[in-house]
């Protein structure tokens, strides 16, 4: 997992590669809330394109859980990108639902200067 800040876009950005187990995902969720609280007023954008996404619904509750002990900490928005593999558009699809109606600011999508964009808006 490579985590780069872009100043001048105020992005944190976290690629990940390989398989996602559902342990390394929880563990990014406590990297990503460590760096919101030292960088406050950043963007968070999660590049999965190199992933294999594999969580069941039962693994995607645990990750989405982590997210919500952390809710008060990401105050900016978080932007998922995933390949349109059926996969990861279905656990992009569901992991959006359980984020927002906890009330983070996610969107997902499919192109990397796409979420940027969003992401600067």
Partial sequence: ???????????????????LQT?????????????????????FLLDMRGTVIGPEMIDLMAITSAF??????????????????????????LFKACLVAQGFDFKYFYDYNTAVEWLSK
């Fill in 1 to 19: 997992m490579a985590k780069r800040t872009n100043n001048d876009l105020k992005v944190i950005k976290r690629s990940v590669s390989g398989v």
């Fill in 23 to 43: 342990d390394q995902a929880i563990k990014m969720v406590r990297e990503l809330s460590m760096a919101a609280k030292l960088q406050k007023g950043n963007n």
């Fill in 68 to 93: 919500s002990k952390q809710l008060s900490i990401f105050d900016e928005k978080i932007a998922l990108i995933v390949t349109q593999a059926e996969g990861s558009y279905r656990f992009a699809q």
